[in-house]
């Protein structure tokens, strides 16, 4: 690696007064992609959400061990750092959950960093409980104290020339968001539909007197926003001069309890009292007999379509500013989606109804046609799926933990994959390798070991058929590198456990000879 140091000194990612001085005026929210530009080929990356970083305050953030995180990575001659939606956590604290597609997940925000711009007190946010385990997140705490440090910060805040700035630059969502956020407080937490019925139907006279009564906390929530996007941007841009680039993710549904069904009813399948009428899930497959019932509204589609899609092309374009690549969540839904009469317990009754097709991605393209995709094309695979897939252009997901339990014609197994597709070792949702092997049939894993044919130990094996793989892109979980078992699972998809999106790394789960070692395999299959 020509001597290359993989790990800066700290005060290169602590931020710093000087760094705030850079960033605070640049605006990172606009509808203009960050880097245009295909994928480059025979890439590869690593998936790991913020969250799951090291650090001092309870949960993983913008701070000290993302910029570290990119010094590995670019160490390890890594084209790509995946990550999870950066919304806002919502029910079961799942990332998928967001009360708002477009505003930032405050958790996120980094406090050592607000401390070096002399916006709080190192004291101060010690003076609240974070959690005693450093390897979860305590959301609880999070959520109860997150937002009281962060009005510290606020109320020493003085450049309001630079938030009035970002309130203008944003005026397309930062309003409605903001004026929910202030009216859940208001509401002690209560979901949009047990609100006073004014507010719930969004009577004009109503709203415009909320905005005036919530003011001041309406402006906070826009400061919140505001270091959210700061931090962000501030951290692209040092991912970008060390060449690695950000794929993100995008849900296909949002909940009933977000800002966007409250702002935009009539886009979502809602009866006259706004009540969903469907709702989203999918049938039982191999993660749950019951299926998983999500509970999301459905979309109205022949409203989108109406007007082009515009509320789909702007969300496309919130994530796009956001990201250098779009992992799209849930992709079969486009063709076809599940959905369960409302009320119901399970998922199982629920019917396939046709999606928007080829016209909705022709929307896509048309308003984006620079932006990198990622179909999701998991889950019940049928052929106008796959034909959606091809037709689309996007490159669709190979995971390695679903090639062996079927004959050697499964379509998950590399010698099956042609070049525009991305092969995963896993995905968040399910088991690191090193837990399948454990947990697997016998005949699986002597079929997985006999096909990877290594030298190495069984992990190793399968993360080396990953890179070797044909696909454009590779993509490791870093609890594979790490040769993490079932504590580092990520999700356990149709449950509620409390295990759910809480892992976190050890502390010094980066080193020099993890790099190296990740470095020469991604050479060997010209990836670098």
């Not at 944003?170 to 539909?193: I, Q, S």
């Amino acid at each position: 690696m020509g001597g290359y140091s993989p790990f800066l000194q700290m005060e290169h990612f602590s931020g710093g007064k000087e760094r705030w001085k850079t960033f605070r005026h640049t605006l990172f929210y606009t509808t203009q992609s960050v880097i245009a530009g295909d994928i480059p080929m025979r890439g590869s990356g690593i998936l790991m959400h913020i969250t799951s970083l090291p650090g001092p305050y309870g949960i993983g953030t913008m701070g000290a061990q993302a910029y570290q995180f990119i010094d590995f990575l670019k160490a390890a001659g890594q084209k790509y750092w995946q990550i999870l939606p950066l919304t806002p956590t919502g029910y079961g604290d799942s990332p998928y959950q967001s009360c708002s597609t477009f505003a930032g997940n405050h958790y996120l925000i980094d406090l050592d960093m607000l401390v070096e711009a002399g916006l709080l007190e190192r004291d101060e946010i010690r003076a609240y409980s974070w959690g005693e385990n450093p390897n979860r997140v305590d959301f609880g705490l999070q959520y109860q104290n997150r937002l009281q440090v962060l009005r510290l910060a606020y109320d020493r805040f003085r450049d309001h020339q630079a938030l009035d700035a970002f309130c203008r630059e944003n005026a397309g969502w930062l309003p409605d968001y903001t004026l929910f956020m202030a009216l859940k407080d208001r509401f002690a937490g209560l979901p949009w539909y047990n609100w006073e019925d004014n507010l719930k139907h969004r009577d004009p006279d109503a709203i415009w007197k909320a905005r005036q009564e919530l003011s001041e906390q309406i402006r906070f929530y826009c400061f919140v926003q505001y270091l959210f996007f700061c931090q962000w941007q501030a951290l692209c841009s040092y991912a970008h001069k060390a060449g690695v680039q950000i794929i993100g993710d995008v849900p296909i549904y949002v909940p009933y309890d977000s800002v966007d069904v409250w702002s935009d009813p009539e886009l979502f399948l809602l009866d006259e009292e706004l009540t969903p009428i469907e709702v989203a899930g999918c049938p039982p497959d191999c993660f749950s007999e019951e299926g998983q019932l999500w509970g999301n509204p459905l979309y109205r589609w022949e409203r989108h379509k109406k007007d082009g899609y515009s509320w789909w092309i702007r969300r496309m374009q919130g994530a796009a500013s956001r990201y250098d690549g779009i992992r799209i969540d849930h992709f079969r839904g486009f063709a076809g989606y599940w959905a369960v009469p409302y009320g119901d317990a399970t998922a199982r009754n629920g019917q396939w109804l046709p999606g928007p097709g080829m016209d909705f991605i022709r929307a896509l393209h048309t308003a984006l046609p620079d932006v990198q995709m990622i179909a999701e094309d998991l889950g019940l695979l049928t052929p106008d799926v796959h034909k959606l897939r091809d037709d689309s252009g996007y490159p669709g997901m190979k995971v390695l933990s679903f090639a062996f339990d079927g004959g050697a014609d499964c379509e998950y197994l590399p010698h099956t994959y042609h070049r525009n597709t991305v092969c995963y070792t896993g995905t968040h949702d399910n088991m690191p390798i090193k837990q399948w092997l454990a947990e697997s049939s016998p005949k699986a894993v002597a079929f997985a070991l006999e096909y990877a044919g290594g030298t190495e130990d069984p992990v190793w094996s399968i993360i080396r058929l990953c890179l070797s793989s044909v696909s454009d892109l590779a993509v490791v979980q870093i609890q594979d590198y790490l040769e993490l078992g079932a504590e580092g699972r990520m999700n356990f998809p149709g449950t509620r456990t409390g295990d759910n999106w809480t892992w976190r790394a050890d502390p010094q789960f980066v080193s020099r000879e993890l790099a190296e070692r990740i470095w020469k395999l991604t050479a060997t299959y010209g990836r670098l």
